[in-house]
């Protein structure tokens, strides 16, 4: 029995061991990755669709097969898909090329800067003429010069000029620089006296000079990440610029405000002389100040200028001086004016709350207390006000007090006027000689033709005077600012870009103006400076004056 049961349990442990299953693969999925670089897809199909083939051709498994399939046609979609965007992209210019351009913007949405909430100008009272009708107006003497006017479509090509003009284009001039003024210096330098708003050329070195870019940058959002994106306001107060057409680009060369450029335009004239004068300009550059960039200090003399700047940029209530047009391209403008007679009345009576201020602090803290509070816009204290829109052209006499807020992101063309010969000399001669105006230093800039800086010598010979007392206190201004050679001689170059304007214009009678009077003792002194200084003068100034007509110097 117990040799039974032995057997027994051997037969067992001999078929369990017999019946025990062998190790084995499971049925598995495999992720796998095929990377492919941006410049190898047509490689990579061709490859994957040759690995097909071959799996194919050499009867692999239906799996391997379906794995190179799916790799081919991966690597197929995704230039299929490329393929149909090129197309589309072409379908969107050819549709382009068959449209006309929707009207650009100063600034896009990453660029600009959100608009003011206010709408501006609740009425306009500001005259306003269409542009079929003034030139024939102003022909006849039916309009008063003596007060302000609007033009309605009165930028010519206004959707040209829409498109030339954008933050974008004006951002690819890299060569030029542009004058920029802190929050707090321009803060500082606003003022109600005359005297402190004549800025010597020398003081210039206030400003910061910047490329155009960097100006976008200060002014606008260019640049600027999601947490410091800029608001009109306070943020931007301080960032309008007004710079010489001629020095930022050549597009607006041909600009003119066409409609009114018959009885307006005379200023015109002097801008071939100008550009000219300009053009060599860089000649004389080592007889100033190196810190003083001559081209666009001289530039400053033009007529024409680009007026821009983002939402809530406007400078204080001034006087232009002169004469002159605006025409809106972008944006829209709020402007403010009064007559030099009621303005004093009012400084007279609301004292306590007129203030140098922005136009954006002026009309968001002391307008409406104005109104409301002294009288303003009462017999005594008339304004105007108006808003400006795009291709509206608006005309303001040059003693007009005025101030203009940006309520967009704006841009404009603005050119001084007047309205004869007589008042063209006018203001060459104020520019050469006028202590009457007690403008500093371009009232007395002929003084520095003389060794020094001799008031009196200037007056006798031009015939006015000036006052003893008067001399004394506008002398030792001069001394200050313009006491080296470098300068006076800034001061004399100016006189001689102003007389070469006057001898190369057509239909300007230069012997009604100081230029011939002056031309020769300006550039025998600026001569005798330079030897003291070891330069030397360039051949193309002489004691003989240019002469009339287009022609080298």
């Known amino acids: 029995v117990w040799h039974a049961a032995a057997l027994l349990l051997a037969l067992s442990v001999c078929s369990m061991v017999v019946d025990a299953a062998p190790p084995q693969l499971q049925d598995t999925k495999f992720a796998m990755t095929f990377h492919v670089q941006k410049d190898q897809f047509d490689q990579a199909l061709a490859e994957t ?33 490329l393929k149909k965007r090129i197309k589309e992209e072409e379908r969107k210019e050819a549709l382009k090329k068959t449209q006309a351009p929707a009207p650009a913007t100063f600034t896009d949405t990453m660029i600009g800067v959100r608009a003011l909430k206010s709408e501006g100008a609740k009425k306009c009272n500001i005259k306003k003429y269409p542009s079929t009708e003034i030139a024939a107006l102003l022909d006849a003497g039916k309009i008063d010069l ?18 030339l003009f954008t933050a974008d284009i004006l951002m690819k001039n890299t060569v030029s620089q542009l004058r920029y003024l802190s929050p707090v210096k321009a803060k500082e330098r606003r003022s109600f006296d005359q005297q402190q708003q004549q800025v010597p050329d020398d003081e210039q070195l206030e400003y910061s000079m910047v490329s155009v870019e960097k100006y976008f940058v200060n002014c606008f959002n260019h640049k600027a990440k999601p947490d410091f994106r800029k608001s009109g306001g306070a943020d931007t107060e301080h960032c309008e610029q007004q710079v010489p057409a001629a020095y930022l680009t050549n597009s607006s060369e041909s600009f003119r405000f066409t409609n009114t450029a018959g009885t307006l335009g005379w200023l015109q004239k002097l801008d071939q002389g100008r550009s000219e004068f300009l053009s060599r300009v860089q000649d004389l ?6 810190k003083v960039e001559l081209t666009g200090t001289l530039a400053k003399g033009a007529s024409r ?47 306590d709350v007129l203030e140098p201020a922005s136009a954006f602090m002026f009309f ?42 940006s309520m967009v992101d704006s841009f404009s063309h603005k050119h001084h006027v007047a309205t004869s010969m007589s008042g063209v000399l006018a ?34 010979t031009l015939g006015t005077n000036i006052n003893p007392m008067q001399g004394q206190i506008i002398g030792q201004i001069l001394s200050q600012y313009y006491g080296t050679p470098e300068g006076r001689n800034m001061l004399i170059i100016n006189v001689l870009a102003e007389c070469t304007a006057v001898f190369r214009a057509d239909g300007l009678d230069a012997a009604k103006s100081y230029c011939p009077r002056v031309w020769g003792q300006c550039v025998s002194q600026l001569t005798a400076n330079a030897k003291k200084m070891g330069k030397s003068m360039p051949d193309w100034i002489t004691g003989d004056p240019p002469k009339e007509g287009k022609q080298e110097l």
Not at 377 to 384: A, H, R, S, Y
Not at 434 to 449: D, F, H, K, L
């Open 49 to 81: 669709t040759a690995l097909v083939e071959h799996a194919e051709s050499k009867k692999m498994s239906k799996n391997t097969i379906m794995l190179l399939r799916a790799a081919r046609d991966k690597v197929a979609a995704a230039l299929d898909e």
């Open 146 to 163: 003596k007060k302000p006017f609007i033009v309605t479509a009165g930028v010519p090509g206004i959707e040209e000029q829409k498109a």
């Open 285 to 290: 550059q080592p007889l100033v100040n190196p």
């Open 305 to 351: 200028y680009l007026v821009f700047g983002p939402a809530g940029s406007g400078e204080q209530l001034r006087q232009e001086g002169t004469p002159f047009v605006d025409g809106l391209v972008h944006g829209k403008r709020r402007w403010f004016l009064m007559s030099p007679k009621d303005f004093v009345n009012l400084r007279d009576k609301a004292a």
């Open 364 to 405: 968001e803290q002391q307008l409406e207390e104005l109104v409301e509070e002294h009288g303003l816009g009462g017999k005594k204290m008339k304004f105007w006000e108006c808003n400006q829109n795009p291709g509206e052209m608006i005309y303001i006499p040059g003693d007009t007090i005025m101030t203009s807020l």
């Open 427 to 460: 203001k060459v001669n104020s520019a050469i000689w006028a202590p009457e105006s007690g403008q500093i230093p371009y009232g007395y800039q002929y003084a520095s033709c003389f060794d020094g800086v001799d008031l009196n010598r200037a007056g006798e």
